[in-house]
T-cell receptor, first 111, second 113 residues
Framework: DAKTTQPPSMDCAEGRAANLPCNHS???????VYWYRQIHSQGPQYIIH???NNETNEMASLIITEDRKSSTLILPHATLRDTAVYYCIVRAGGGAQKLVFGQGTRLTINP | DTAVSQTPKYLVTQMGNDKSIKCEQN?????MYWYKQDSKKFLKIMFSYNNKELIINETVPNRFSPKSPDKAHLNLHINSLELGDSAVYFC????????????FGQGTRLTVV
């Protein structure tokens, strides 16, 4: 699985959009970009994933660059409950594949 | 209903003991996993089972033995517990189709004293 690089920490004001970047310059053509988050003391939670098109769901939007070497997770209106560690993971398609977690970005939403 | 449930949530035991952690999923998934999160907060996969068959074993010591009696359950048995086994263990499940997400349990915090 391709390696990802994320900033170790970020801050965002409550109510503003939180934009979390991820670099995955060695991504292969069949690898997807997945985002998970882990709120303190809880299990990781799936957020969103995509291959090359931008994706949006009720939680977030995922913007993938045209060359697929980087992506941005957008939480449009961050709340205090969005404070968590966010993980960007690249993996090939297939439900039985393992998830390789990096250090992630610790996002703090400030009131 | 909890999708992926683990028991117990907390486990404190002495070195050398044998303990088990149980995991059950009610999502109808065919693949289950065990992950370990150490004190530095790194999450690493340990095992994966697909339809009760072991498909991933990430060089975990033989003291760790997963058992999957059916697709909905994946238990983790640990023999001769060591201090370094102290961690949070997460169970997860997914459906073995392409591009599906994994659902995680709430974790079992194991402390070996």
């Amino acid at each position: 699985d391709a390696k990802t690089t994320q900033p170790p920490s970020m801050d965002c004001a409550e109510g503003r959009a939180a934009n979390l970047p991820c670099n995955h310059s060695t991504i292969s053509g069949n690898e997807y970009v997945y985002w998970y988050r882990q709120i303190h003391s809880q299990g990781p939670q799936y957020i969103i994933h995509g291959l090359k098109n931008n994706e949006t769901n009720e939680m977030a939007s995922l913007i993938i660059t045209e060359d697929r070497k980087s992506s941005t997770l957008i939480l449009p209106h961050a709340t205090l409950r969005d404070t968590a560690v966010y993980y960007c993971i690249v993996r090939a398609g297939g439900g039985a594949q393992k998830l390789v977690f990096g250090q992630g970005t610790r996002l703090t939403i400030n009131p | 209903d909890t999708a992926v449930s683990q028991t117990p949530k907390y486990l404190v035991t002495q070195m050398g003991n044998d303990k088990s952690i149980k995991c059950e999923q009610n999502l109808g998934h065919d693949t289950m996993y065990w992950y370990k999160q150490d004190s530095k907060k790194f999450l690493k996969i340990m095992f994966s089972y697909n339809n009760k068959e072991l498909i991933i074993n990430e060089t975990v010591p033989n003291r760790f033995s997963p058992k999957s009696p059916d697709k909905a359950h994946l238990n983790l048995h640990i023999n001769s517990l060591e201090l370094g086994d102290s961690a949070v263990y997460f169970c997860a499940s997914s459906q073995g189709h392409p591009n599906t997400e994994a659902f995680f349990g709430q974790g079992t915090r194991l402390t070996v004293v």
